[in-house]
DNA sequence: GCAAGAACTGAACTCTAGTTCAATTATTCT
DNA sequence: AGAATAATTGAACTAGAGTTCAGTTCTTGC
């Protein structure tokens, strides 16, 4: 016998491996999914395009644990904002904040996450993403539901998911092609304002404006 | 000299580009733009792949008449909704039902009208709709501030963006991958709280609740 | 240094889908 | 009917992107 798997090996191909999912993260960050080809990913993560193919299945696996690892990040810094004893309406304000600057911030990213088509193994993926964000809003839905800020007779999930649309579009659609373009007061501006566009469309009646 | 354009043979031509604009539709509202290759359409149509080239420039030229198209149909009846002597919150209310309900009945053209991306030609096609839509909401919105029905303070361009948005997020969006599989009652209970919930989010503080 | 095995390479292969065009068919007018 | 012209056809061409794999280079243990 000759060869064997050394940690200095292993370590450098699990090296190699980061290197090409930050590589791929970067590009979707900057031009979608659509932006990260194979040939392209190889060329800037300084791999032959065959070297993907060691450290990935097929494109779609490459693509999968992106969308996982973004999303996750995403859905925790949500996740945190909503972990307080505020007020849900408070809780719910801070949290869509946190969404929306992180979307205007990095908005072909968020619009990557969101809806750019990819193929079945990121939908699957995404499925997940929006579920952990559908049980996070709904729960602080529900708990200003009961608490009295929010209107107790709204469909959480319905709600939860319009408030993902009306960022989304508000945010990164076509509507703002120039989103990563805007001054920091105008983006602030419009992050005031469809964060309380959005609360204002659960709030209970009578309950108190901002 | 022998062969003269004749009526008979501009009709026939003209029905042929006619029905290649029908099926191209039909494809388009059942499976999106993705659904229809030129291969496909020449097919269904009735005609060679090749023919498909006499009556378009492109597969491009022919989607951005399909887009046009359907999306003219779209806004004129959105258009007709608010186009209403009624007080401004009445007219969104009826315009936004409108838009649900046909957006519910036909999912995957929604999706397609409004996000699935299929190229630069459709892209521009895309804005001058957005835009179209957001004048028209954008007009009555700013009536309903005017006659106090409507939060004075809100950024007209963003709310109606926002309410397409969470309009097809909620009603289209892979939360509802089988909304055209509700069965009325369901799908009448959607449209009724969406719209509700977008109506919420403009309204002014003072102002009736339904 | 050398043999065994793993890692790496990138040109070639495959697959898909839009586009073209030489050959065929159809239509019109004399 | 026949000539002139246009319409139609669909196989072949093209282009782009994912994937493969035989050959090369590198690492390891003796």
Chains 1, 2 share one sequence.
């Not at 801070?94 to 996450?113: D, N």
């Not at 809806?115 to 809003?137: C, K, S």
């Not at 649309?165 to 945010?171: D, N, S």
């Amino acid at each position: 016998m000759a060869y064997r798997e050394t940690p200095r090996m292993r370590a450098r191909k699990e090296a190699t491996r980061q290197r090409i999912l930050d590589i791929t993260q970067q590009l979707v960050a900057s031009g979608g999914f659509g932006a990260a080809s194979v040939a392209r990913v190889a060329e800037e993560s300084g791999v032959a395009i065959g070297s993907v193919y060691r450290h990935f299945d097929s494109k779609s696996d490459l693509f999968a644990e992106v969308f996982r690892h973004a999303t996750e990040v995403e859905v925790n810094r949500v996740g945190e904002a909503l972990n307080t004893s505020a007020p849900a309406d408070k809780a719910l304000a801070e949290a869509l904040e946190v969404f929306a600057r992180r979307a205007i911030r990095s908005p072909t990213m968020a619009w990557a996450l969101i809806a750019e088509p990819v193929g079945p193994l990121v939908d699957e993926e995404r499925l997940r993403y929006r579920q952990a964000y559908a049980e996070l809003f709904e729960q602080t839905l529900i708990r200003g539901m009961r608490e009295g800020c929010f209107r107790p007779d709204q469909n959480s999930k319905l709600s939860s998911a319009a408030t993902v649309g009306a960022i989304a579009e508000a945010l990164v659609g076509p509507l703002s092609p120039a989103a990563d373009g805007l001054d920091r007061d105008s983006a602030e501006q419009l992050i005031h304002d469809v964060v309380r566009l959005c609360l204002q469309a659960v709030r209970a009646p009578g309950g108190q404006q901002q």
